[in-house]
């Protein structure tokens, strides 16, 4: 490693510091965010925090406040029009937020207009006290808030995902009308159980209506024709109109040949003020004539579909496949469309060591991969791992029994890193598939 590299480095550590133990903190470049982007997620962020206590930390006077952003706001354009590090005398970290930000805005390529405007309304926050009118209050909102978002967005795209579909809508500077999801998760140990809590109300998505997304053209536009549609429970639960959401979705892709995968995903704390159980079968049967793939655990085919699985005790201990296989059985001759039916087999030792397996049915024939025991890390995910892995293993024209431990694997591979999601590889997931021990690869 070279000096500047080690210099690099160091203010990436400082801008991870800053945006994990600032006390006015938001979950930011977590163990969330993929590891790749996580530091530039942090030298943005690292930025605008720095900018903010500028305009309403108390110890400043309005001129001093002033000052302070107008020599953030030089600081800004000199480190990126002088193609290497500056040094910002404005506190201990700024050089290091600066050279980090910097190299962030050269490698992705991010808008510099973003963060002016950003500055612009930290200036407003110092000298307006009061908003004559609502156009007022969202040109605020646009540079303060959508700037950030839209940052986010470009860091996002680097994934290679095609966001041409996403639906923005305007922020209200608060969230009273709209905001983005959380979800808060105690990962558990030994014998303490994991615990989660789905912060979902207001979202932006539970709020979308049946005529806001094409659905004809994304499933069967002119170069478009998306080969396979994903949704499920937690979904229609968000709020009384996602399920009509839902039903517009679904059918139009089964109209088009789209593939259709659906996961019951029941959650009590989400369906319980829209209606409970009773609603949560009578939202997912109604759906159930549009699904090709369907996904569910030994609970959510009882509590949100109404199929029981039968002589298995109460707390899961053990689950014998035969009554999965009775269960399914009744579940496709009840919804003769369905091709493919999958359900992992957990059975937890412990918060910290799970047996996990799994069964399918696809196309009349069963198909199985044997428990066993999982080490813990973070179980989150697990289940959302399976369903990936599984549905790739499909659209890659592998076999159902390739597809379902390509499934267990991608499952038992999230579950050990933090976070709901896995950066695994391919090569990883097919390296588990075929019993690859955990040693180190150099």
Same mark, same amino acid.
């Given at each position: 490693?070279?000096?500047? =590299?080690? @210099?690099?480095?160091?203010? +990436?550590?400082?801008?991870?510091?800053?945006?994990?133990?600032? +006390?006015?903190?938001?979950?930011?470049?977590?163990?969330?965010?993929?590891?790749?982007?996580?530091?530039?997620?942090?030298?943005?962020?690292?930025?605008?925090?720095?900018?903010?206590?500028?305009?309403?930390? #108390?110890?400043?006077?309005?001129?001093?406040?002033? &000052?302070?952003? =107008?020599?953030?706001?030089?600081?800004?354009?000199?480190?990126?029009?002088?193609?290497?590090?500056?040094?910002? #005398?404005?506190?201990?970290?700024?050089?290091?937020?600066?050279?980090?930000?910097?190299?962030?805005?050269?490698?992705?390529?991010?808008?510099?207009?973003?963060?002016?405007?950003?500055?612009?309304?930290? &200036?407003?926050?110092?000298?307006?006290? @009061?908003?004559?009118?609502?156009?007022?209050?969202?040109?605020?909102? @646009?540079?303060?808030?959508?700037?950030?978002?839209?940052?986010?967005?470009?860091?996002?795209?680097? %994934?290679?995902?095609?966001?041409? +579909?996403?639906?923005?809508?305007?922020?209200?500077?608060?969230?009273?009308?709209? &905001?983005?999801?959380?979800?808060?998760?105690?990962?558990?140990?030994?014998?303490?159980?994991?615990?989660?809590?789905?912060?979902?109300?207001?979202?932006?998505?539970?709020?979308?209506?049946?005529?806001?997304?094409?659905?004809?053209?994304?499933?069967?536009?002119?170069?478009?024709?998306?080969?396979?549609?994903?949704?499920?429970?937690?979904?229609?639960?968000?709020?009384?109109?996602?399920?009509?959401?839902?039903?517009?979705?679904?059918?139009?892709?089964?109209?088009?040949?789209?593939?259709?995968? +659906?996961?019951?995903?029941?959650? #009590?704390?989400?369906?319980?003020?829209? %209606?409970?159980?009773?609603?949560?079968?009578?939202?997912?049967?109604?759906?159930?004539?549009?699904?090709?793939?369907?996904?569910?655990?030994?609970?959510?085919?009882?509590?949100?579909?109404?199929?029981?699985?039968?002589?298995?005790?109460?707390?899961?201990?053990?689950?014998?496949?035969?009554?999965?296989?009775?269960?399914?059985?009744?579940?496709?001759?009840?919804f003769p469309n369905i091709k493919a039916v999958a359900t992992t087999?957990?059975?937890?030792?412990?918060?910290?060591?799970?047996?996990?397996?799994?069964?399918?049915?696809?196309?009349?024939?069963?198909?199985?991969?044997?428990?066993?025991?999982?080490?813990?890390?973070?179980?989150?995910?697990?289940?959302?791992?399976?369903?990936?892995?599984?549905?790739?293993?499909?659209?890659?024209?592998?076999?159902?029994?390739?597809?379902?431990?390509? %499934?267990?694997?991608?499952?038992?591979?999230?579950?050990?890193?933090?976070?709901?999601?896995?950066?695994?590889?391919?090569?990883?997931?097919?390296?588990?598939?075929?019993?690859?021990?955990?040693?180190?690869? &150099?």
């Open positions: 490693m070279t000096a500047d =590299d080690a @210099r690099l480095a160091a203010a +990436y550590d400082t801008c991870l510091t800053i945006a994990r133990g600032h +006390y006015e903190n938001f979950p930011v470049a977590s163990w969330l965010v993929p590891a790749a982007v996580r530091p530039h997620v942090a030298a943005i962020y690292a930025f605008a925090r720095t900018a903010d206590d500028y305009a309403d930390e #108390d110890g400043y006077t309005t001129r001093e406040r002033l &000052r302070l952003l =107008d020599e953030w706001l030089d600081a800004l354009h000199r480190s990126l029009g002088a193609g290497e590090p500056i040094e910002a #005398d404005l506190g201990p970290t700024s050089t290091a937020v600066f050279t980090a930000l910097a190299h962030t805005v050269r490698t992705f390529d991010l808008p510099v207009a973003l963060l002016e405007a950003l500055l612009s309304a930290f &200036r407003q926050d110092v000298t307006v006290v @009061r908003y004559a009118s609502w156009p007022e209050v969202d040109d605020y909102c @646009r540079r303060s808030a959508n700037p950030v978002g839209r940052l986010v967005e470009d860091l996002m795209l680097q %994934g290679g995902v095609d966001l041409s +579909y996403l639906r923005w809508k305007d922020y209200d500077g608060v969230g009273r009308s709209v &905001r983005n999801g959380l979800n808060f998760t105690e990962r558990g140990f030994g014998p303490r159980g994991g615990v989660g809590c789905s912060d979902r109300g207001h979202t932006a998505v539970s709020q979308l209506q049946p005529g806001d997304v094409d659905w004809k053209q994304l499933f069967g536009g002119a170069g478009q024709g998306a080969r396979w549609f994903h949704t499920g429970g937690v979904f229609c639960a968000l709020s009384e109109g996602t399920p009509a959401v839902a039903h517009a979705a679904m059918e139009e892709a089964h109209r088009q040949g789209t593939c259709v995968s +659906y996961d019951l995903n029941y959650r #009590d704390s989400l369906w319980r003020s829209v %209606g409970g159980k009773t609603q949560a079968r009578t939202v997912n049967r109604s759906l159930m004539p549009f699904v090709d793939v369907l996904f569910g655990n030994e609970e959510d085919f009882s509590a949100a579909l109404g199929f029981e699985l039968e002589n298995v005790d109460a707390n899961f201990k053990s689950l014998p496949t035969a009554a999965f296989r009775a269960m399914i059985t009744n579940v496709v001759a009840a087999l957990r059975t937890s030792r412990s918060a910290s060591v799970n047996g996990w397996g799994a069964i399918c049915w696809h196309e009349g024939q069963f198909y199985e991969v044997a428990q066993r025991d999982v080490e813990i890390l973070d179980r989150v995910g697990g289940g959302d791992s399976f369903a990936s892995g599984f549905i790739y293993g499909l659209l890659a024209g592998k076999d159902p029994q390739w597809a379902l431990e390509c %499934g267990v694997a991608h499952g038992a591979l999230a579950m050990s890193t933090p976070g709901d999601t896995t950066m695994a590889s391919l090569a990883e997931v097919e390296r588990v598939m075929k019993g690859g021990a955990a040693r180190v690869q &150099r």
